[in-house]
């Protein structure tokens, strides 16, 4: 039977989102029905909300989150009610030529930005962010969009697994390969740049220089193990260089999502470095490199997009990490709030206070 739940809906461009009442389509063959416990407030929701992007509309925002699987459709065999899930924004096909071809990450069947998947507002179509809609007290998703984690993980965490701790640590493991004695800079401490702070320190770097663009951000960095806290400025390039013998930093990770930032990343490293872009930007915000300096200062310019990781593979593993004591994730959760409250959530993540906002339900 199909139930009305409360979800986080923005009815139109340029609107406010609010908490309306929608309903849940019918359990299909594949498909499962999760309760939502915890999901967490990333940048991604923002950007669907602000310009960044231009998703249609109507919208149920919300990636990042946990819950318990309630009711599993007919041919469900990874969960069963009562198993608890992180849910996968990006759920691999397994067939697609990137899927065959070791990338599940960029399955050309997921990472659709917005789709419909029967869930209705008013008796109408709407469309749910990245296939799940998480900002909702359930949701219907495809099997494939839930990874099962232990029980004794908290929903946030496990939430946190989801999308920012997943994209933060495989950004440094498996899409940079940071060694030890590297030295890394990461720009922008939200919850994305916190997570890869932590990864770059726990693959042994010697240097983690944080960076932001005020102090308030600095005993977060201090908690998440940087090295280096130091604020954005446009001698951010001299400021790495002192850090790091004058060569500037084997890796800069940029956490924004904006061409200049992307600009300083490029500039924070050595000659040889590697630059890799976590961030997701405007199609509009152009980044400007010269053919001379692409040349001579032979860096690596590369998109980490979901950790490029395989979520069914690393999502588990990570969640042993954190009941194992070898990843701690608390100091990544600022806030727990309710569904209306996203919105000031959202104005937190604007000006840049924080780290993870996490809706509990
Ligand atoms: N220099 C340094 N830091 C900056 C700058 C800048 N010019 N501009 C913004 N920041 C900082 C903000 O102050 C904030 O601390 O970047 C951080 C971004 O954090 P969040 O808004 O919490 O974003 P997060 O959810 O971590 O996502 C980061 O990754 O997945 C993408 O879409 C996501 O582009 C976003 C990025
Ligand atoms: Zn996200």
Redesign the pocket.
């Known amino acids: 039977m199909s139930a009305y739940i409360k979800g986080l809906v923005v009815r139109a461009a340029g609107t406010a989102p609010a908490v309306e009442e929608l309903r849940l389509p019918e359990v299909g063959p594949g498909q499962v029905r999760v309760g939502i416990r915890a999901a ?1 407030v ?4 923002l950007s669907m909300v602000n310009g960044t992007l231009s998703p249609p509309h109507p919208l149920v925002l919300g ?2 989150a946990a819950g318990e699987v309630l009711e599993a459709g007919a041919g469900v065999t990874r969960v069963r009610p009562g198993t608890h899930v992180a849910l996968n ?1 990006s759920p691999a096909c397994r067939e697609c030529w990137f899927c065959t071809h070791g990338e599940p990450w960029l399955c050309a069947a997921a990472n659709v930005a917005a789709l419909e998947n029967g869930s209705t507002l008013d008796g109408a179509p709407v469309h749910v962010t990245l296939g799940l809609g998480a900002f909702a007290e359930q949701v219907v998703v495809p099997e494939k969009a839930v990874i099962a984690v232990p029980d004794e993980l908290s929903w946030e965490n496990a939430a946190l697994l989801g ?2 701790v997943l ?1 933060g640590t495989g950004a440094v493991r498996n899409t940079a390969r940071v060694a030890a004695g590297d030295t890394v800079v990461v720009i922008g401490l939200g919850g ?1 740049g916190l997570s890869v702070v932590a990864a770059a320190r726990a693959a042994g770097a010697a240097a983690v220089i944080a960076v932001d663009l005020t102090e308030a951000k600095k005993a977060l960095a201090e908690a998440a193990g940087a090295t280096d806290f130091v604020v954005s400025s446009d001698n951010l390039s001299k400021d790495i260089r002192s850090r790091t013998q004058r060569l500037g930093a084997d890796h800069a990770f940029e956490c924004v999502g904006r061409a200049s930032t992307i600009r300083a990343a490029w500039r924070a490293t050595r000659r040889g470095g590697q630059v890799t872009v976590v961030g997701m930007g405007r199609s509009d915000d152009m980044v400007e490199l010269s053919a001379l300096d692409i040349f001579s200062s032979a860096r690596t310019l590369r998109a980490s997009v979901y950790g490029s990781a395989d979520p069914d593979v690393e999502v588990p593993a990570l969640a042993q990490d954190v009941l194992s004591g070898a990843l701690r994730l608390d100091h990544l959760i600022t806030d727990r709030i309710t569904l209306a409250e996203v919105p000031a959530a959202f104005d937190r993540m604007a000006r840049g206070e924080g780290a993870r906002s996490v809706v509990v339900f």
Do not use: K, M, N
């Not at 990333?42 to 929701?45: A, F, G, K, V």
């Open positions: 967490g990333c940048h991604s929701d990636h990042e924004w999308c920012a994209t994305v």
